[in-house]
């Protein structure tokens, strides 16, 4: 069973500061893994997806690695801004059927 | 190309009522997913529709919980005699033609159901 865990559950940083956030997943077999961002009280926006055979995606000031032998990916926001305060999700794509399985999130703030 | 729309956005039900929420996936989509994040908790698989067709089920509880995606219309998650443990957020997301496991998902706003 695909179990997908995300570190750390909350982070706190100053404005402008770079942040990585973690994902990891239990089974390898995967199709692609896709994080998104969810805003208080509303749905997920895709941030960007990485297929099992790429390595990295860059949208913006976000990068998002994946090292799928190891079960691992990787966000990169670069110079953060209050904006970017959210919740980030990771979820990986395995199996028949297309369904993701998702981690718990980071909660992101991002002070002035 | 309008996204995937979900209504109502919020729903409160008594205890014992039924809720139906209704999702229709993007233009040219055909496969529906329903997800279901509970307070405090990750967003959990429900349930997997085609047209006319449940291809996965597994996540879905066994009672008061059924899904379908007629051929014509949205497609509904109805909860029978609702508790208060179905408050939740329930988000449906849609992608295109079967074969294509590579596909991005895209998901609705959701419907934040509460259970009074």
């Known amino acids: 069973k695909q179990e997908v865990t995300q570190i750390p559950a909350a982070l706190s940083v100053p404005e402008g500061e770079n942040l990585v956030l973690n994902c990891s997943f239990t089974?390898?077999?995967?199709?692609?893994l896709q994080w998104f961002r969810q805003d208080p009280g509303k749905g997920l926006t895709s941030l960007l997806l990485?297929?099992?055979?790429?390595r990295e995606q860059t949208s913006g000031r976000l990068n998002a690695s994946l090292d799928k032998s190891s079960g691992r990916s990787t966000l990169y926001i670069a110079a953060s801004q209050p904006g970017d305060s959210a919740t980030y999700l990771c979820?990986?794509?395995?199996?028949?059927?297309?369904?993701?399985?998702f981690g718990t999130g980071t909660q992101l703030k991002v002070e002035l | 190309n309008a996204g995937v729309m979900q209504n109502p956005r919020h729903l409160v039900r008594r205890r014992g009522q039924e809720a139906r929420l209704r999702c229709s996936p993007m233009?040219?989509?055909?496969?529906v997913y329903w997800y279901r994040q509970l307070p405090e908790e990750g967003l959990k698989f429900m349930v997997y529709l085609q047209k006319e067709n449940i291809i996965d089920e597994s996540g879905m509880p066994k009672e008061r919980f059924s899904a379908e995606f007629p051929k014509e219309g949205p497609s509904i998650l109805r909860i029978q005699q609702v508790v208060r443990g179905d408050s939740a957020a329930y988000f449906c997301a849609s992608s295109p033609l079967p074969g294509q496991l590579n596909t991005e998902a895209f998901f609705g706003q959701g419907t934040r159901l509460t259970v009074v």
């Open positions: 990485i297929q099992s055979s790429q």
């Open positions: 089974d390898s077999a995967i199709y692609n």
């Open positions: 233009k040219g989509h055909s496969h």
């Open positions: 979820a990986v794509r395995a199996g028949g059927g297309n369904k993701l399985t």
